[in-house]
């Protein structure tokens, strides 16, 4: 699922993360409703910090919010 990109370079790392988890959603491996692996473990993952997958999941929303609409609940995990 949403684990490949690795920091190589200078590029903006939230862009290329933010366009995985379009990939996702297009291919359908996320649904209306999926819950979204932690931001924590999303950082972990693509050894990025947690305010670079918090800015990709923003940008996704800002960009499109009646396509990528994200609830977050106070101590539930990111759902589609």
Request: charged share 20%; glycine share 4%; with cysteine.
């Amino acid at each position: 699922m949403i684990n490949n990109i690795k920091a190589q370079n200078t590029e903006l790392l939230y862009l290329k993360i933010a366009s995985e988890i379009k990939r996702c959603i297009a291919n359908g491996e996320l649904a209306p409703g999926d819950t979204v692996t932690s931001e924590r473990k999303l950082a972990h993952n693509y050894g990025v910090s947690y305010d670079t997958i918090r800015k990709a999941i923003q940008s996704l929303a800002a960009c499109r919010p009646e396509i990528f609409h994200f609830e977050r609940p106070i101590g539930i995990p990111t759902a589609v």
